[in-house]
């Protein structure tokens, strides 16, 4: 008797590949344009490594945040995204909640060690699990969400200096184009699969025209709109929807 196709195996992805779709690191170029524009905003002569300290501990506040994003939506994902990493059964959701906690805990341990970066950190940890745990079916969500790319401009200023109003005002620009990208998202669904990747991409070239704006510094306004092309390439081989 030949065998039913329920019964084939089916083939799943080794779990190096399941953690680069879970973490969606093709947009960190966005996150890091982020913290370079937040740096800047501060300070004209920033602690550079204290930017790269900032600039890693939002990497993994971003990854982290992610994964923890597949973990809540596993169930949603099994109907509307089978492919992904949980439903598909490449990984397990215990262990992506794990995971996603690790990192988000490991970048709070990263930051420089400062009362006010380390609070506003705490802020952003907390903004990424209320979106995460809270999304779907709520209206305030895309505000959550630009919240946190806000909130990667502030932790970036403080650890450059300070909360100045320029990085303020960058970091509500910023929030307002993510909260508007979140809902063109919901909104156009799987129909716009080209859309939302360059609306994400353009994160960098936001964040290239504040830092013109806010500090003259047209070298970093140029390596901060690098993240866009970056982006788009590196979201070929990792989605980043």
């Not at 959550?144 to 790319?149: D, F, K």
């Not at 450059?160 to 620009?173: D, E, H, K, N, R």
Request: hydrophobic share 55%; proline share 5%.
């Amino acid at each position: 008797m030949g065998a039913r196709p329920s019964d084939a195996v089916t083939a799943r992805r080794p779990r190096w590949r399941a953690y680069l779709l879970l973490s969606r690191v093709s947009n960190l170029p966005t996150v890091w344009s982020n913290v370079v524009a937040g740096t800047l905003a501060a300070s004209l002569a920033p602690d550079w490594p204290a930017a790269l300290q900032v600039a890693a501990a939002a990497s993994l506040f971003y990854t982290g945040g992610m994964f923890l994003n597949d973990a809540f939506d596993a169930g949603i994902d099994r109907t509307a995204r089978p492919e992904r990493p949980i439903p598909a059964g490449d990984v397990g959701r215990a262990e992506v909640f794990s995971v996603g906690g690790a990192l988000l805990a490991s970048g709070l341990l990263l930051l420089p060690r400062d009362r006010t970066v380390w609070l506003i950190g705490v802020a952003l940890v907390a903004a990424i699990l209320l979106y995460d745990f809270r999304h779907k079916g709520v209206r305030y969500a895309p505000l959550i969400m630009g919240l946190c790319r806000g909130l990667v401009y502030c932790v970036a200023a403080a650890a450059a200096s300070m909360l100045t109003g320029a990085a303020i005002a960058g970091a509500t620009v910023m929030a307002s184009y993510v909260a508007g990208l979140t809902v063109v998202a919901k909104l156009a669904g799987a129909r716009a699969r080209w859309l939302v990747p360059m609306l994400i991409a353009g994160i960098s070239l936001l964040d290239a025209a504040v830092i013109a704006v806010v500090s003259s510094a047209y070298d970093y306004a140029l390596l901060a709109a690098v993240g866009f092309p970056l982006t788009l390439v590196l979201q070929r081989v990792v989605p980043g929807d």
